[in-house]
């Protein structure tokens, strides 16, 4: 574990958001097994500690762009349970208002700019974002999360380039969990995927994506630093997903061995780790650490049962939000 | 005669064709162990090995131009894209470099090239996993384009592109995989540009692409039961388009519906519905209809979402106003 800070309600807080994550997770699972959710997931559920290390240095001003595996950015970055339960089953109170589902799923209150489900869609979004901050005169920094079948994309090479020639405030964040579906990472990726990052001059780390306090404070330090106009920085979170590439991908003894998987589990769980060191060093006893699971079980359980009854959105917004209205005002010349 | 499956069916063209052409391979993102998420290319890599089953990192782009390259130079490539949505990805390749080469060269560089993709929403699979594209590579000179409706049409209209010696877009409903066809064991091809009449009827023309048929297939049962009989014709490939079936069929029948799954609008049926304007205007007792998908991005929610594209019923529907007259919207 990285050392100490003596901050108990920040260490609370990122114990509460990877529960939390992984919370949600469940029950998504279980919301597909039992055939009441629409479609396919992608979970997150053993990369809990990248998503709330990294959101937990930012502030509601400072931007996120996120993945097909997006519940767990977004939960790290300030949602609510109903709203997310909601958009999961395509209900009119989801955060997209159903339009999205798991895939793009994002509670833009808190900046987060979406889920994508184009692997690498969102790398020219996070640094656009980060453009603007710096025309803008604006301090907030953006954080781009990519998995690491994404750096296969030239789209991050051409990003990436810009970003470093006009020193953009935007971290790109790699989650290296080992796998881009169902081939290893080694097999689709040549030489050291930070190695191409400082090809372009930019600063790249490597972490442990299992340490939450690690990532926490390697992303303090990035931010703050991004903030000033020294970005941008390259950071590759070495994790593991635990589920397959997605709820539906069961049998994958094919490509991934049960051995490893139970070692993840079993040895490098960021929830259970960090339970411990909390534990440790007396900031939380176990009791304390279930009481908030439990908690935070009964209001997940809530949550689904209000968005299993909540209602679908009337089919009269099918054709609602495909522009979006420009006021005519604007259009007078002279206006 | 067998039954199969639609998945089963690509599957065995392109194991045919690998097997009778060497200079065939296959490219794309978990293309071999995996077979691709809807397995439908399971166990070729068993039987022609990796160098011929190729899987490639998440570079559409890259591995799009890479097969390009390979098919000017005397390979026959057939590249998977997961999902047509991936289409924008690899625009650039495909439009610019694999559809003008041979024109460009005046005729002497040919990109004997096969893309295999997809299309088809109601899969709950959201706006960037729903999409029906093909109008967008029907529109560009140079590429030809099939639309297999049944495990039949998919593996003869696969072995045919396989063999052609140009870029081909083959788009496969992707709810369509486990559909079962009868498939002869013999082998066969089906030739591009011939349209398949599935039911012959008499009073009104449904001019139907891909899982469309089917649509049109079960309005036409309901529809005969109220004693209107329906055409049933699939044109198979869109480029080359069979236009006299289409227009032989418009003039004995005098009204037509066109039905796809692309967006309506700038679209496939508009294209369809434009030729037989002009060329059996005289035959036709009501406009041509066209049924596209709604002009919006594919909804998440089941609730929207099925109310995106045509149905049996809305076909059903229209095909009872032509008949009644109720579309003629007379100045
Ligand atoms: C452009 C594009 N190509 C392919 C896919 C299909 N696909 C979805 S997720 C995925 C693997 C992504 O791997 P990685 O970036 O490592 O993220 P992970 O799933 O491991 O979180 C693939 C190939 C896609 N959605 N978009
Ligand atoms: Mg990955």
Redesign the pocket.
């Known amino acids: 574990m990285a050392d100490t800070k003596t901050n108990t309600e920040d260490f609370m807080r990122m114990y509460r958001q990877m529960v939390r994550i992984r919370v949600f997770e469940d029950n998504a699972n279980q919301l597909y097994l039992s055939a009441k959710m629409p479609g396919l997931t ?1 979970m997150y559920s053993g990369e809990e500690a990248v998503a709330v290390g990294i959101c937990e240095a930012l502030t509601d001003d400072d931007r996120i762009t996120s ?3 997006g519940h767990g950015h977004c939960v790290a970055k300030g949602a609510d349970y109903k709203q997310m339960f909601c958009e999961l089953l395509g209900k009119e109170e989801g955060y997209c208002r159903g339009k999205g589902g798991s895939m793009h799923i994002a509670d833009q209150s808190h900046g987060n700019l979406g889920a994508n ?5 969102s790398m020219g979004i996070a640094t656009g974002s980060a453009l603007r901050a710096k025309l803008q005169g604006s301090d907030d920094v953006t954080v781009c999360f ?5 750096t296969a ?1 030239g789209l991050l090479y051409e990003v990436m380039n810009m970003a470093a020639l006009w020193q953009l405030p935007v971290i790109y964040a790699c ?1 290296n ?1 080992g ?3 169902y081939t290893k990472t080694e097999e689709i990726a040549a030489g050291s995927i930070t190695a191409r990052a400082e090809a372009f001059g930019i600063e790249a780390f490597t972490v442990d994506g299992q340490d939450v306090l690690a990532v926490n404070d390697l992303s303090q330090k990035l931010v703050a630093r991004a903030r000033k106009g020294e970005g941008p920085f390259f950071v590759e979170l070495m994790t593991y ?1 635990y589920h397959g ?1 997605h709820v539906g991908d069961i049998n994958r003894d094919y490509y991934r061995e049960k051995e490893e998987e139970a070692i993840w589990k079993e040895q490098r769980d960021p929830i259970v780790n960090f339970g411990k060191w909390l534990s440790e060093e007396g900031i939380a006893s176990a009791e304390d650490l279930k009481a908030m699971e439990d908690e935070i079980r009964a209001e997940a359980k809530a949550a689904v049962d209000y968005a299993l009854s909540a209602k679908y959105p009337d089919e009269s917004e099918v054709d609602m939000h495909v522009f979006a209205p420009t006021d005519p005002a604007t259009l007078r010349p002279g206006a | 005669m067998r039954h199969i499956t639609l998945s089963q069916a690509v599957n065995e063209a392109i194991a045919e064709e690998m097997r009778r052409d060497l200079t065939t391979f296959l490219i794309g ?2 293309v071999a162990e995996a077979g691709t998420p809807f397995k439908v290319l399971a166990g070729l890599v068993e039987e022609f090995g990796p160098e011929r089953v190729i899987d490639t990192p ?1 570079a ?1 782009p890259g591995f799009m131009g890479i097969a390009v390259g390979a098919a000017l130079t005397g390979s026959r490539p057939i590249v998977d894209l ?2 047509g949505d ?1 289409l924008y ?1 690899i625009m650039d390749q495909l439009c610019n470099q694999a559809a003008k080469a041979y024109y460009m060269s005046g005729g002497k560089l040919n990109v004997p090239l096969v893309l295999r993709t997809n299309l088809g929403a109601t899969r709950r699979s959201a706006a960037q996993h729903s999409q029906s594209l093909h109008a967008l590579v029907a529109h560009i000179p140079g590429l030809k384009v099939a639309m297999p409706s049944s495990a039949y049409e998919a593996k003869g209209l696969m072995k045919t592109a396989i063999r052609d010696n140009n870029p081909v877009v083959i788009l496969e409903d992707k709810l369509m995989y486990n559909d079962k066809a009868p498939v002869p064991e013999e082998e066969y091809l089906i030739p591009f540009g011939e349209a398949h009449v599935k039911r012959a009827g008499t009073d009104i023309t449904l001019i139907a692409t891909s899982s469309m048929v089917q649509v049109c297939e079960a309005a036409a049962e309901t529809l005969a039961a109220e004693g209107i009989s329906a055409e049933v014709i699939d044109p198979r490939t869109l480029v080359p388009l069979d236009e006299a079936t289409l227009i032989e069929s418009a003039k004995k029948t005098s009204r037509v519906i066109v039905v796809d799954e692309g967006h309506q609008s700038y679209g496939i049926t508009g294209e369809i519905a434009g030729r037989i304007n002009e060329k059996a205007f005289y035959h036709l007792d009501a406009p041509v209809l066209r049924m596209g998908a709604m002009d919006v991005p594919v909804p998440f929610s089941p609730a929207l979402e099925d109310i995106t594209v045509p149905t049996p019923e809305g076909v059903t529907e229209n095909a009872r106003k032509l008949m009644s007259g109720e579309m003629i919207h007379a100045a």
């Not at chain 1, 990519?146 to 994404?150: C, K, L």
């Open positions: 992608h993945t097909h595996r489900a184009i692997v690498g869609g990519f998995g690491d079948g994404a994309q989650e969990n796998y881009s579906e997903r590439h | 993102e978990d998440i559409e997961m999902f991936f990805l």
